[in-house]
């Protein structure tokens, strides 16, 4: 995968022949390899969404991590989570699932 010239930082992660790596990149003025890349902002996302699952995981009620995750309500948690996790509050909820992880492949509604 080549990427795109930005000036924003970024964090990448690749697989090498001595394991997996991280670092954050950026600006670029020219295009180089590498594995994926998220913006800053996508970073974010993630972690919101992760610190929402593992409390609902906990038992916290939907209503509480919204406002504690500074969501705007509950739908907006709801696309998130499916869009990120993949599961609905009451699946994390629940346990259904296996263990929380990103999904590269999952398919995205927003």
């Known amino acids: 995968m080549t990427a795109v010239a930005s000036e924003t930082l970024g ?3 690749w697989q090498g022949s001595d394991g997996t790596h991280a670092a954050v990149v950026g600006p670029e ?5 590498s594995a994926t890349g998220f913006t800053r902002g ?6 919101r969404v992760r610190r929402a699952a593992t409390m609902l995981s ?4 939907v209503v509480d991590v919204v406002q ?5 309500d509950e739908p907006h948690l709801a696309r998130k989570l499916r869009r990120y996790v993949g599961r609905s509050a009451q ?4 346990g259904n699932g ?4 990103l999904d590269p492949a999952q398919y995205t509604t927003s």
């Open 29 to 33: 003025s020219l295009t180089a390899s």
């Open 42 to 47: 996508t970073v974010a996302q993630i972690e």
């Open 11 to 13: 964090l990448v992660f």
């Open 91 to 94: 699946q994390l909820r629940a």
């Open 58 to 61: 906990a038992g916290v009620p």
């Open 68 to 72: 504690q995750c500074g969501y705007y």
């Open 98 to 101: 296996g263990a929380l992880a």
